[in-house]
């Protein structure tokens, strides 16, 4: 996919009525083509990164008093000519004016395409330019923090410097293979061994963190689990602070998954209340129960709510039954204003933590407890996490090619098989950074983006 000359038009701020709204146009004639219906200064004689008052016209009719921002190439976004409209949030100014400029030269942008002309000109790297769509989407402030440190180079940085050891050695293997007749060794084997093994350590240390970098860009999902009518639903409206689930006195209220999100000290955190634990008849109620089980498996965390009036053998049975392999589980016990000293000595040897969701208390000791159990508070966002699926695949993939190269190199093949795993290996650190792409790939990526962006 080459760069384009044409220049690209959209709404850059959310559709809808709003005190003002942003027009974008990127392109060399971005300038020129608003200039045919501004009236205030010339905006072709302007200097870049100015702001300027006036009216937009079709003909003689004014259609807003706006404001004009200047970016003129290559300091800009997209390393083009940009231009910025900000008019008031009318429906009807935004599409004349729209209009008006796709009539004057411009065309629509598609999903992306000004942070694709930015990868294009040189101006982000591929993982870079997904940062930008992680920071859009980023829900707490620890998400924030991962994709600014990927968009600033953090990432890109990490791998640049892999991929710099490895070129040497590829390049004096490919040497070698110049000198296929003399037998003549460049690139010293011991050497090249060695350096694998330091990459193999870079390299399982990205990978190892994408599972905490994805967890805290997506959300850490926590999933609510225990009897009917123990007060998973009230919780769940207590940790938000909102009527969420519909609470009721009747057992089995709730027969499918209610999820919702919340920032707890930064982190993103996906609660998810389920149908009660039990054997029913109800057909429907049984497909919660089924999907409790499921969500259960796919869980960060597992909360047991129990309550004052179930036996403890019972729940001693059930913490044994729930439990899944590498998934903390959490002892809650709800209404425990009406506990006995009786019960709470019994309890005790257990362990929970005691609340009462529909008086709220200890719901704040209980998130604490909560980002403990994740193990996530102590992460510093300074070090380069992997948040992003594709990028754990090719590192995975170049893992496995280096691999590769030291079965060679202890097998003491030829040069040539040699150079063909480092090649692999160089052409996967290359997908994620943009040295190597594909327009299917390109046109995956910038699809998930907004039009404006």
Do not use: W
Not at 376 to 384: A, E, K, M, R
């Amino acid at each position: 996919m080459s760069p384009t000359f044409d220049t690209i038009i959209a709404l850059a701020t959310p559709s809808g009525t709003g005190a003002i709204a942003v027009i974008r146009l990127s392109g060399p004639e971005a300038i020129s083509i608003a200039n045919k219906v501004f009236r205030g200064k010339d905006l072709e004689k302007q200097a870049s990164h100015t702001i300027h008052f006036g009216t937009i016209r079709d003909g003689e009719i004014i259609l807003d008093e706006v404001l004009v921002s200047l970016f003129i190439a290559p300091h800009s976004y997209t390393k083009e000519n940009v231009l910025e409209i900000s008019t008031h949030g009318s429906k009807y100014i935004i599409e004349s004016i729209i209009k008006l400029l796709i009539g004057e030269g411009a065309r629509p942008a598609n999903p992306g395409e000004f942070t694709l002309r930015a990868f294009l000109n040189g101006g982000l790297d591929l993982s870079q330019a997904e940062a930008v769509a992680d920071l859009i989407a980023s829900g707490s402030k620890a998400a924030h923090q991962l994709a600014m440190q990927q968009m600033r180079g953090g990432f890109s940085n990490e791998l640049k410097k892999l991929r710099e050891q490895l070129i040497y050695f590829a390049s004096m293997i490919e040497l070698e293979l110049d000198f296929g007749d003399e037998d003549v060794e460049f690139a010293n084997r011991d050497d090249l061994k060695n350096l694998i093994f330091q990459l193999n350590k870079a390299l399982d240390r990205l990978i190892n963190s994408f599972e905490q970098g994805n967890v805290m860009k997506n959300g850490v999902p926590v999933v609510i689990v225990g009897k009917p009518n123990v007060g998973k639903s009230t919780l769940l409206n207590a940790l938000l602070n909102e009527d969420r689930a519909i609470v009721s006195e009747i057992a089995g209220t709730t027969r499918d998954t209610i999820e919702d999100e919340i920032s707890i000290k930064g982190i993103l955190f996906r609660f998810i209340d389920t149908a009660g634990i039990r054997i029913t008849q109800d057909v429907i109620e049984a497909k919660g129960v089924e999907k409790t089980l499921e969500k259960m498996k796919q869980a960060k965390l597992i909360m047991y709510l129990v309550d004052p009036f179930q036996e403890f053998k019972e729940i001693e049975l059930h913490l044994q039954e729930i439990a899944v392999p590498d998934v903390p589980l959490m002892l809650v016990m709800n209404k425990s204003d009406l506990l006995t000293n009786e019960k709470k000595i019994e309890f005790n040897s257990i362990n929970p933590l005691y609340i009462s969701a529909m008086n709220l208390a200890g719901i704040e000791e209980l998130k604490d407890e909560i980002v403990h159990k994740v193990n996530l508070h102590n992460i510093n966002t300074d070090d380069v996490l992997v948040s992003n699926i594709r990028h754990a695949e090719a590192l995975q993939k170049t893992q496995d090619a280096l691999e590769r190269v030291l079965e060679g190199l202890d097998r003491r093949v030829t040069s040539d098989f040699l150079a063909t795993d480092i090649k692999q290996a160089l052409y996967y650190l290359g997908e994620i950074t943009g040295e190597v792409t594909t327009d299917d790939l390109l046109k995956t990526i910038f699809s998930k983006f907004c039009i404006g962006k």
